[in-house]
C-alpha cells in the first residue's frame, strides 16, 4: 500500500486533528435525483435563452450548433478522467478531495477555495436572472411593477428553507422543473422538425463541425464584430454545473456507480440537447433572421425563443414558456446553493482552525443537511444581492441591474474560477494515477492520461477565450467596478489559499495533512 493510500484511507476515517466528523444523510438520493440536481446547475431553458442568442449575434452565427458539438467532444472527454476519479474518491467537496489526492494538499485548498467561492457567487448570479425574469414576466401579466430586490428577497428566502431540509426535498423540487423545461424546448423543437423548418428549410449545414471555428459576419454600421472564440466561450459556459455530481457522492446510494453515470449522462446528454435545439432554433428562424434577432432587431435578443414559440406553439406556450424561464432559473439557483453549501460544509469539517467543525462542519441532527453550511451560503447571497441594489444604481446602457450586473458579473467571476480548477482537476488525474501510481487497476493510456491531457488543454483553451473577450463578455457591465476587480478576486483567493495552506504546513501539520483527506469510506 503506498504513502498516499494510507493517507487517504485515514481520512475516510475521519481520522481529523479534532476526532470523528459528522456525516451528511448517506442513501438519501438515487441515479434521477443526482442528475437532476447537476442538470438544474446547468439550467437548459436559462443557458439556451440566454447564451444561444449571444453565439449567435456575436460568436457563430447560423453554425451555433457546430459551437456546441465541439463543447460537447471536449467536455466529455474531460468527464472520462473526471469520472475515474469519482470511481475512487467520493468527496462531498468534489474537486478539493480529487485534487488533494492528486496534486497534493495545497493545490487541493487552493481549488477548494477557488470552487467554493464559484458556487458561492453563482447563487447570487441566478438570483439576479431570477428577479428579472419574475420582474418581466408579472409585468407582462398583470402590469405590476415592483423592484427587483422583492423577488430577489422571496427567491433567496424560500431556497433557504429548501436547503436547511432533507437533500431528497430539492432533489424532487429540481426534478419537477428541470423536466418542465425540457419538455417545453422539446415541443419546440419538434414544432419546428414538424414543419420543416422556417425560410430557410431545416439548414442541416450548420452542424458542419468547422462553423465553431467562423464567426458571424461583421456589421460595421452597427459596429458589431463577431468572434468564434466568444461564441465557443459562452457555449462552454452553458455546461457550468454539470460537474457537481460528485458533490452528492456522500449522500448518494451507491456513489461509486451513480456518480460516474450521472457526469457521462449530464455531459452528453446536455451535448445532445443543446446541440439540437440550438439547431432547430436557428432553423425555425431561418439564419439571416436568427442573426438579426439575436443582435436586437425586435428590441428583445431572447425573442430568437419567445418569438418562435409564440409562432409555432401559440401564445399559451409562450406564457408558459416565460414561466419557466422564472422557474428554471430558481432551480438553477437553488442547485448552486445545494452544491455551494456542501462545499463550505466540505473544508468547514476537516477543521482547518478550532472551532469550524462544530459550526460550518455540523449537520442537522435529524435531516443530516450541512445546515449550518447552508445558513452562512444564504447569508453571503443576501449580502451580495443586497450590494448590488444599494451600491450599482442603473445606467442607460444596462437599466436591469439585476440581469446586467448581479447575473452577469457574478456568472463570469463564477466562471473564470471553475474553469482554473476544471484545468487543474485534469492535471491531477494524471499525477494521482501515473505520477503517485494509484489504483493500477483503473490507470489506463486513455481514461486516466490522454483524455484529462485533452481536457485540461480544452479547459485552459476556453480559460484563454474568457480572458481574451472578458469586457465584451460584460457587456454593458463592463463600466463597474466589480468588472475591474474579477482578476483580483480570482487572484486574491489564490493566494489566500497558498498562505492558509504554507502557514499550516508549517505550524501544524496534523491539520495540513487532514486537507481534502475526508472521504466517503469504502
Known sequence: MSTMESASTAGRRGGGPDGEVQRLKSGSIGLFAVLFMAVANAAPITAMTGNVPIVV??????????????????????????TAMARHITATGAFYGFISHGLGQLWGLVSGLLATAAYIVFEASLIGIFASFAG????????????WIVYALIGIAIIAALGYFDISISGKVLGVFLVSEIVILTLLGLSVLIKGGGPDG??????????????????????????????????FWSWIGFETTAVYGEESKDPKKIVPRATMIAVIGLGVFYTVVSWLTVAGNGEAQSIAVSRGSTGNAFDLFYGLTQANLGGFAKDVYLVL???GSFACALA??????RYIYAIGREG???????TLGATHGVHKSPHVASMVQTAITFVVTLAFFILQKPTKS?????????????????TAMILLVQTICSVAVIWYFHVRGEHPETRNWWRTLAAPA???????????LLVSNLKFAAGAAADSPVYTAIPYVVGAIVVAGLVIGLTLRARDRTRYEAIGRTVLED
Open 398 to 414: 444596462a437599466p436591469d441591474v439585476a440581469y446586467f450586473h448581479l447575473y452577469g458579473l457574478m456568472a463570469i467571476l463564477g
Open 336 to 341: 448552486f446553493h445545494n452544491a455551494a453549501s
Open 352 to 358: 482547518l482552525t478550532p472551532g469550524l467543525r462544530r
Open 136 to 147: 418581466s414576466m408579472l409585468e407582462g401579466f398583470f402590469g405590476l411593477k415592483i423592484s
Open 325 to 327: 424561464a422564472v422557474t
Open 454 to 464: 485533452i481536457g485540461a488543454a480544452g479547459m485552459a483553451y476556453v480559460v484563454y
Open 57 to 82: 449575434g456575436f460568436g457563430n452565427g447560423a453554425g451555433v450548433p457546430a459551437a456546441y458539438l465541439f463543447a460537447t467532444v471536449v467536455l466529455s472527454i474531460f468527464s472520462v478522467g473526471y
Open 202 to 235: 431545416l439548414v442541416p449545414d450548420v452542424l458542419n463541425p468547422v462553423n465553431a471555428f467562423r464567426a458571424v459576419a461583421d456589421d460595421p454600421a452597427a459596429g458589431i464584430t463577431g468572434s468564434a472564440a466568444l461564441g465557443l466561450f459562452f457555449a
